[in-house]
């Protein structure tokens, strides 16, 4: 079992900035790819941004490619999730999870979510 709980979520005006963590406990964290997907209000959830086990690889959906930024830290069990240059568009709850397998499928664990709002 991997408990997964993020925070940084806000309001942010476009073109600003916010980093958003994901803490894990529980299993071993290194041993586990771990991701970010997001969803908006009346959309499906999609994936955002994902790295592998060692930080190695990483893997971004093309709307956030070139303005996203993940990380790993797994001697803190935490993921980051950089994002610079927001879009209203990127307003949604963004999701952390975790998984055995890379690429990274959505079978795996979830986290409760924080809300991002990009707004004037």
């Known amino acids: 079992q991997v408990q997964l709980v993020e925070s940084g979520g806000g309001l942010v005006q476009p073109g600003g900035s916010l980093r958003l963590s994901c803490a894990a406990s529980?299993?071993?964290?290194?041993?586990?790819?771990l991701g970010w997907f997001r969803q908006a209000p009346g959309k499906e959830r999609e994936f955002v941004a994902a790295?592998?086990?060692?930080?190695?690889?990483?893997h971004y959906s093309d709307s956030v490619k070139g303005r996203f930024t993940i990380s790993r830290a797994n001697g803190a069990n935490t993921v980051y999730l950089q994002m610079n240059t927001l879009k209203p568009e990127d307003t949604a709850v963004y999701y952390c999870?975790?998984?055995?397998?890379?690429?990274?499928?959505?079978?795996?664990?979830w986290g409760q979510g924080t809300q991002v709002t990009v707004s004037s």
């Open positions: 999870a975790a998984d055995r397998s890379w690429p990274m499928s959505r079978n795996g664990y």
């Open positions: 529980g299993r071993t964290f290194s041993n586990y790819a």
């Open positions: 790295i592998n086990w060692s930080g190695t690889y990483t």
